[in-house]
């Protein structure tokens, strides 16, 4: 039997140096300030094969905790389009969707709720405006917050 991947959360200073760099040269991958893996390492001084031994076991740890949950309730035309305008409000804000639940059209009016994760500095009112709006959208309302 496989024996299950055990995680850890160290403190950077705890974490060997070639980790750490290892780490740097998948960022630069990503944000795409380099155009391959052997720009990457001569960058930040690792061999290859250090970045391979190491590129699937670390990875930088983002602390989204700070966030907070708000449930909204809206009620809204039946229209092609619509829905995909509001999560890009959402996202526009920061905003990460948590769940969406989405009532059969009665009369061509949906009601809808999403649970969004927001950080805290989010304009909260300035989004529902928005969402608010859009073309078709009856109503907008903050149901919960966590």
């Known amino acids: 039997m496989k024996e299950p991947t055990k995680y850890y959360v160290v403190r950077r200073k705890a974490v060997p140096e070639v980790l750490l760099k290892v780490v740097e040269a998948k960022e630069l991958l990503e944000t795409e300030k380099v155009l391959n893996i052997q720009e990457a390492v001569d960058a930040v001084g690792i061999s290859r094969s250090s970045f391979y031994k190491y590129k699937d076991d670390i990875f930088q740890f983002h602390d989204n905790s700070q966030g ?8 809204m035309d039946d ?6 305008d509001v999560l890009k409000i959402i996202a526009a804000y920061g905003g990460n969707i948590l769940t969406i639940h989405q009532s059969i059209p009665i009369n061509g009016v949906a009601s809808l709720s999403i649970s969004i994760q927001i950080l805290e500095h989010t304009d909260v009112s300035q989004m529902i405006e928005e969402m608010e709006n859009q073309k078709g959208m009856h109503h907008v309302k903050i149901l919960a917050k966590e």
């Open 68 to 75: 907070t949950t708000i449930t909204l309730t809206f009620q």
């Open 79 to 84: 229209e092609p389009g619509l829905l995909s």
